[in-house]
């Protein structure tokens, strides 16, 4: 095993708490290129370098630490989502600072990565989607955020840092390790799960147009309601669905905008984030012709027009087999009998790795199954667990 160090592990992932550190418990609010974030980049930076590698800041404001050679990249997220908690990312990329020191002293060459936006303030997995060549870089800096900017200017404020994007060539392969994110493990009493394949997403805005008019004077039955339009719409969707899904299979609304949004105003307009997930990708798509044809229909009988914007889509993910076997000895070796293999979820930045090389996954539990939420946490043995886990595949996957 590579020659970690749990309690020096523990105290950066506590430090790269500070950064943001908001809200009940242990919260944290640092969304990608927020002033928390920026510089909680810049001191990732200062890890690498002490540690004995090459510190580097891509265009997207990806930090990596590069070791000498071809290596195994360890790492994840270093940004959250609005409201977020310590670990979902921060986790990952201590571990890849911790195993590439570990690496230093073994002589095993391990890089580390913070990849950027993976929590999507501008889509999803935004930094390493264009590090990994699925979206150009002037498609990705025409992506908005809800306020408006756009990720062009976002990267901007990390332009003073920035060089080259990294060549994938000079990887052997890419693990992550994440918290769960779910209730599986913690509810079994379980210290790990060796992933599996990672979930497919479908995600894109849809606007309902109608007619901004006054509340008190227009009738109900004249009106051309925007947000009535979107629940009408929910409703089709929630009904047709229900021959097509699995208990695995997830649809969301998680934004809703509202115009002009006052009380006294029945809104002519009424936008809204719609993603849905699932492992199977003909699922995605036959999901996908449903809200098509709910969003038609909806316009048609309530007299509304529907607009719809590019749609994100990453397809499921499998693992490689010969890291997941690596993991999974490791698994038994460090926790017997108390992990399970599983599939993933959540996305993350592994997706778009995975098209350049072998990719796998490590799961820690959650407790309560809480993450998006500043209650989002995991006992502290089990996040040693997970390093530990992690130190052995990769001392293996490292040795060839
Ligand atoms: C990543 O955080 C996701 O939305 O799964
Ligand atoms: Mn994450
Ligand atoms: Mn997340």
């Not at 914007?309 to 010969?322: I, K, W």
Request: hydrophobic share 40%.
């Amino acid at each position: 095993m590579l020659p970690v160090n749990p309690d020096r592990f523990l105290a950066d992932l506590h430090h790269l708490r500070s950064f943001g550190a908001s809200g009940v418990g242990k919260g944290v609010v640092r969304q990608a290129f927020s002033d928390p974030d920026i510089a909680a980049r810049r001191w990732l930076a200062d890890q690498y370098a002490a540690a004995g590698l090459t510190a580097h800041v891509d265009p997207v404001g990806s930090v990596w630490g590069l070791a000498e050679g071809r290596s195994l990249l360890v790492g994840s997220h270093s940004d959250t989502q609005p409201e977020g908690g310590w670990l979902d990312g921060a986790l990952g990329v201590i571990c890849g600072l911790e195993l590439a020191r570990a690496g230093k002293e073994a002589g095993r060459p391990i890089s580390a990565v913070s990849f950027q936006d993976e929590e999507g303030r501008f889509g999803v997995t935004t930094g390493s989607r264009v590090w990994g060549g699925f979206t150009s870089l002037a498609e990705a800096d025409a992506l908005t955020d809800t306020t408006g900017t756009t990720f062009a200017a976002a990267r901007a404020r990390m332009a003073d840092m920035a060089g080259d994007f990294v060549d994938p060539a000079r990887f052997m392969g890419f693990l992550e390790c994440h918290i769960e994110q779910g209730p599986w493990l913690d509810k079994a009493g379980e210290a790990a799960g060796v992933v599996t394949s990672i979930v497919g997403i479908r995600d894109m805005r849809i606007t309902f147009s109608g007619e901004q008019n006054h509340a008190g004077t227009t009738p109900m039955h004249l009106r051309k309601d925007a947000y009535r339009g979107m629940l009408a719409y929910q409703q089709k969707i929630t009904d047709r669905f229900r021959n097509v899904v699995t208990p695995e299979t997830v649809w969301t609304t998680g934004h809703v905008d509202l115009y002009p949004g006052s009380h006294s105003i029945v809104p002519g307009r009424c936008t809204f984030s719609m993603q849905w997930r699932d492992g199977d990708r003909d699922r995605l798509e036959r999901m996908e012709a449903i809200i098509r044809e709910a969003i038609a229909e909806t316009a048609d009988e309530q007299g509304l027009m529907a607009d719809t914007s590019a749609m994100l889509a990453l397809d499921p993910v499998p693992m490689d087999a010969g890291f997941r076997a690596a993991l999974e000895t490791a698994a038994e070796a460090v926790a017997p009998g108390r992990w399970r293999r599983m599939p993933s979820g959540a996305l993350h930045d592994a997706t778009s790795v995975a098209a350049h090389m072998p990719v796998a996954m490590l799961f820690v539990p959650s407790i309560n199954g809480i993450s998006h939420a500043f209650e989002e946490d995991t006992a502290e043995a089990d996040l040693v667990t997970g390093l530990t886990v992690l130190a052995h595949a990769a001392e293996t996957i490292a040795r060839g």
